[in-house]
């Protein structure tokens, strides 16, 4: 039952939720980007009020009344790839105590999430999960529409390569927060975000069920309470689960909890501690 303890990495995320510096996005068999036929790229201009170069989200996960680790989301400042401006976001998610015993869990997630069009140019996943390891990196180009994917099975010595076609303005997981932190959100609103993970895109239909005051460690908070309806299984969670956000109401719609459900009860992040920055002004 451990085993199901590998589903938070994800969830944190969100699209997600588990190595210093921006990578290079290459391995030993890098995949060649195949010319684009698409039209001429136009980047989107979206605002930001939500989230600064500068935040640092920490949780403590618990699984039922066990404490089974801590988590953190960060904007970790600002960088250049491609020529763009983007926002480096790294989350991590690491066992404790009895589940350490059990089941080890280091993740580390980062995502390049462009700053003036809110979408991503890469992502990036060293996961190391009882004696599953793997490490993945992806690139997107928007302008091509098109993704690379080179992922290494560390326990298995194996490497494989992917690629395929990216819709206009699609998200990685982990980004997908942050985008959907940025929107207006009222009870009743519905919005839908596409959203690439392993060989697929998958349209993510988020829905804002309700207000709600809730308290964690660090403090009691209005909320909005967000729901991604995963019209494919096996993304974020396992067929038949849920997975739970709970926004602040304010401009920043920070989180505060992540609830996911799993075959033994559930899995919960409540924030613990919080540093933020105000957004740059656009």
């Not at 462009?114 to 990196?137: I, M, P, R, V």
């Amino acid at each position: 039952m451990f085993l199901r303890f590998k589903y938070f990495a994800v969830a944190a995320g969100l699209v997600v939720i588990g190595f210093n510096g921006l990578l290079s996005f290459c391995a030993e068999e890098p995949v060649p980007i195949i010319p684009s036929t698409a039209p001429a790229h136009v980047w989107r201009s979206l605002p930001n009020k939500a989230f600064g170069t500068s935040e640092d989200l920490r949780f403590v996960i618990r699984w039922g009344v066990i404490t089974a680790g801590n988590s953190s989301l960060t904007v970790d400042g600002v960088q250049v790839l491609a020529d763009r401006q983007v926002y480096h976001l790294v989350s991590e998610a690491h066992s404790t105590g009895v589940v350490d015993t059990f089941y080890r869990v280091t993740d580390r997630n980062e995502a390049w999430l462009d700053t003036a069009s809110l979408t991503s140019l890469g992502y990036s996943k060293h996961l190391h999960e009882g004696s599953f390891q793997e490490n993945s990196d992806v690139t997107f180009d928007q302008a091509a529409r098109h993704w690379v994917r080179v992922t290494h099975r560390v326990d298995k010595n194996s490497i494989e390569n992917k690629e395929g076609e990216l819709p206009p303005d699609c998200l990685d997981i982990q980004s997908s927060l942050y985008l959907t932190r940025t929107m207006s959100l009222e009870v009743g609103k519905t919005f839908s975000i596409d959203v690439q993970s392993s060989d697929k895109i998958y349209p993510v239909v988020v829905n804002v069920l309700r207000r709600q005051t809730i308290k964690v460690p660090a403090g009691t908070f209005d909320c909005f309470l967000v729901e991604p309806q995963l019209r494919t299984p096996g993304m974020f969670i396992a067929k038949g689960k849920k997975l739970q956000v709970w926004l602040t109401a304010d401009a920043r719609h920070m989180p505060v909890r992540m609830r996911t459900e799993v075959f033994f009860g559930h899995v919960v992040a409540d924030l613990l501690t919080y540093h933020v920055t105000a957004p740059d002004p656009s």
